[in-house]
């Protein structure tokens, strides 16, 4: 038996299938940071990369190193990476990742700036083409954000399709769950449904929140009618504000991992975390919360 499949054996032993993991047999901080630490080392399906440091954000230019020292870090974890655009530095992400031996979700940005999303398009298409795509995302929360027309997207998502035909590459689109059963067109168009889930922006209590994602899950599944579906983004914030009867912290961090990490194994879930590293930047729209959401700190240093 691998340490994997033992580490899962013995979470099964107090797992129940709505609500997850029984939390009052791990009576310490300590016990839960083991078990934490057990479950990132038994290793996950993939992983969310996080780009910038402190005093970096989106448009300012990435190097190569840079991201090669935090693919490395990522590599023992995990068997998947996201990375989320495909220019600016963010095309050093699936060349990394593939030279480490890691398989790559590889997304082309667009938004309301056609010039950008001709570039994100042509960079998605260039990177497939070396072979470092595995999983191309054709935007991400474009409808939720209301940045296209349906049509212009579906119209980046068929020259996508049309670009690597013969490549033996799903194409998806990234969105909410829900926006799959909104938008038939769009999920009929996708060879695979790429579906973030977070209960807590629904104002989820930690202690549902497993059956949350599932309820989840299952809406997609079911507008998806038989493609698979990936949870491209879940995770849950160690900091900052509430949001309902979701409440930040470190412990019910640590347990909403534990959680989706034991249902992705017990039930064959692919499972994407977000997010690898806390990045600073991210303190806009989302508020104080944003820049704490990773499995390390903003130093690169495991947070628990």
Same mark, same amino acid.
């Given at each position: 038996m691998s340490y994997r499949e033992d580490h899962h054996f013995k979470l099964k032993t107090n797992y129940s299938e709505s609500s997850g993991v029984d939390f009052s047999k791990y009576e310490s901080n300590e016990d839960l940071i083991k078990l934490w630490r057990d479950t990132l080392?038994?290793?996950?399906?993939?992983i969310c990369f996080s780009m910038y440091e402190d005093g970096q954000e989106p448009g300012d230019t990435i190097t190569e190193e840079q991201v090669e020292r935090r693919v490395k870090i990522l590599k023992p974890h995990t068997q998947w990476i996201r990375s989320f655009s495909c220019i600016e530095g963010n095309e050093h992400v699936p060349r990394m990742a593939k030279k480490h031996g890691i398989k790559n979700l590889v997304g082309?940005?667009?938004?309301?700036?056609?010039?950008?999303?001709?570039?994100?398009? &042509? #960079?998605?298409?260039?990177? $497939?083409? &070396? #072979?470092?795509?595995?999983? $191309?995302?054709? #935007?991400?929360?474009?409808m939720y954000r209301k940045d296209l027309t349906e049509n212009e997207l579906l119209s980046y998502i068929h020259r996508v399709k049309k670009a690597l035909a013969g490549m033996d590459i799903p194409v998806g689109y990234v969105d909410a769950y829900y926006e799959f059963a909104h938008r038939p067109k769009i999920t009929e168009a996708c060879d695979v449904i790429l579906s973030n889930c977070y209960p807590y922006w629904e104002?989820?209590?930690i202690n549902y929140s497993l059956a949350h994602m599932q309820k989840m899950f299952g809406l997609a599944s079911e507008a998806a009618k038989g493609k698979k579906v990936i949870i491209t983004e879940t995770g849950w914030p160690s900091q900052g504000e509430s949001l309902g009867g979701a409440h930040s912290s470190s412990d019910n961090a640590m347990k909403y991992f534990i959680n989706a990490m034991a249902w992705a194994n017990k039930d064959d879930i692919e499972i994407f975390y977000f997010s690898s590293f806390d990045e600073s930047w991210k303190v806009g729209a989302e508020g104080v919360v944003g820049a704490y959401w990773g499995l390390w700190d903003k130093h690169e240093n495991l947070k628990f």
């Open positions: 080392n038994a290793g996950m399906h993939g082309a940005w667009l938004g309301d700036d056609m010039e950008k999303n001709e570039e994100e398009i &042509e #960079g998605l298409i260039q990177l $497939a083409k &070396e #072979g470092c795509v595995d999983i $191309a995302a054709v #935007g991400n929360e474009v104002g989820c209590d």
